[in-house]
């Protein structure tokens, strides 16, 4: 057994801190106050080749694995979690989605440009009825020869307003139930095609999620994504590796929060002497960083399994859920060491422990991740 990164991932390790540090780090804080989507921070992302990491370079891609992905996803996020997860759902959802599973002209004419960043993608399969419970789809796609009809609604969609592609997932007979289920893609400038309200949120508030709207859009049969009924399981596969994402998002808001959290603690006097210098706060970030440590070792356990073609659904879903855990227990210790600052936005770790919420809750709860792995531990 080997834990130690080889040079091209300390590289990318080092390449996404820097980056993060000197392009992320500046205005992220008015950006989470005014809820401002990272326009130009994503273009140098796309420049920088942060938005197709794993992407084949046959389709402008970076040709890495995902142990590296899940390294620049996790410096990314120590900084800033609303440019994470556009990274990460370009990556997981959008771009992994489209060259597994696509075919060559789909990858020719999406791909490219949503691995170089030209473009951006976005995943849609929540409904207001359908948020966990995700064969309930209501949104409809009915097929009509050479073309679907699609209606319905989405919500909480990530890059809602600010993607250029979207995969909708939809029911195309009801029947059938989830093996009636397809994935299209669809451009944003296709009649019919509305974006909605953007939602107010607790986090991540410089990403935008939208409800989307869907009244007889008219997408061409050759957007379909595989075979038809394929869409389900589309949606699931995809997912599975969005979680490591995720997970990835999760320890960088943890590891974050414990940096800025040790840092304050080696300068921060009470009672003559530095704060680090108490039990109660050595103490804290001893068990800080022994978490943060496990949840490291589970993301990159699953980033490996990926790597090695295993199966990543249990060790995905064990990575999101712990480390969504240590990143919300972690920021709220953070907030604790930094007593009255942590309170106030400057020290950044509020706003980590507001981001660090929504881990638990997207691309499946922790109640989710649950389910997939005790059905994984109970399937032979
Ligand atoms: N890989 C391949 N196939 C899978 C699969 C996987 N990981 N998981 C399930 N399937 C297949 C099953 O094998 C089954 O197929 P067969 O009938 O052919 O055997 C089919 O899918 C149905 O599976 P289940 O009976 O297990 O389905 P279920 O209704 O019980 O649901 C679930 C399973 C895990 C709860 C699933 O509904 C789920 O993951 N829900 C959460 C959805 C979610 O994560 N939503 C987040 C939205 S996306 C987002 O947040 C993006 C963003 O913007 C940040």
């Known amino acids: 057994m080997d834990f130690k990164l080889t040079e091209e991932h300390i590289m990318i390790r080092d ?50 694995d995902t142990v590296s992905y899940v390294l620049a996803m996790e410096e990314i996020s120590k900084i800033d979690a609303s440019c994470s997860v556009i990274v990460s759902v370009n990556n997981s959802l959008v771009c992994w989605g489209l060259e597994t599973y696509g075919n060559e002209a789909q990858k020719k004419k999406y791909l490219t440009k949503l691995a170089t960043g030209e473009s951006i993608g976005a995943f849609c399969l929540s409904e207001p009825e359908a948020g966990s419970d995700a064969t309930s789809q209501r ?4 097929d009509k020869g050479d073309h679907y009809i699609l209606n319905g609604t989405k919500n909480w969609i990530t890059n809602g307003s600010s993607a ?16 009636g289920i397809n994935a299209f893609i669809v451009e944003k400038g296709m009649e019919g095609f509305e974006v909605g309200p953007k939602e107010q949120k607790l986090g991540i508030r410089g990403s935008d999620t939208h409800t989307l ?36 998002q999760a320890l960088g808001i943890a590891s974050g929060a414990y940096e800025l959290a040790r840092d304050y603690s080696k300068i921060r006097k009470a009672f003559g002497t530095e704060i680090c210098n108490h039990q109660a706060i050595a103490f804290k970030l001893a068990d800080m960083h022994t978490e943060i440590t496990a949840a490291r070792h589970l993301v990159m356990k699953a980033a490996w399994d990926k790597d090695q073609g295993n199966n990543y659904d249990m060790s995905g879903a064990m990575a999101k859920l ?50 997939v792995i005790s059905r994984g531990l109970l399937k032979d």
């Open 15 to 64: 390449a996404a801190r820097d980056f993060a540090k000197t392009e992320l780090l500046p205005g992220v804080i008015e950006r989470d106050e005014k809820q401002e989507f990272p326009t130009e921070q994503v273009k140098k992302m796309g420049e920088l080749g942060f938005l197709g990491m794993m992407v084949s370079p046959e389709y402008g891609g970076g040709g890495m």
């Open 139 to 142: 949104t409809t796609a009915i």
């Open 164 to 179: 250029d592609y979207y995969l909708v997932i939809a029911q195309t007979d009801r029947e059938k139930k989830h093996k």
């Open 213 to 248: 709207n869907f009244n007889d859009v008219k997408v061409p049969k050759e957007n379909r994504i595989g075979e038809d009924g394929f869409g389900f399981k589309f949606a699931m596969k995809t997912l599975s590796g969005g979680r490591i994402g995720i997970a990835a």
């Open 322 to 371: 712990f480390a969504s855990k240590v990143a919300m227990d972690t920021a709220v210790e953070a907030v604790q060491v930094h007593g009255g600052n942590g309170y106030v936005k400057e020290y950044h770790v509020e706003r980590l422990m507001r981001d660090a919420k929504i881990t638990q809750i997207y691309e499946g709860t922790s109640e989710i991740q649950k389910i």
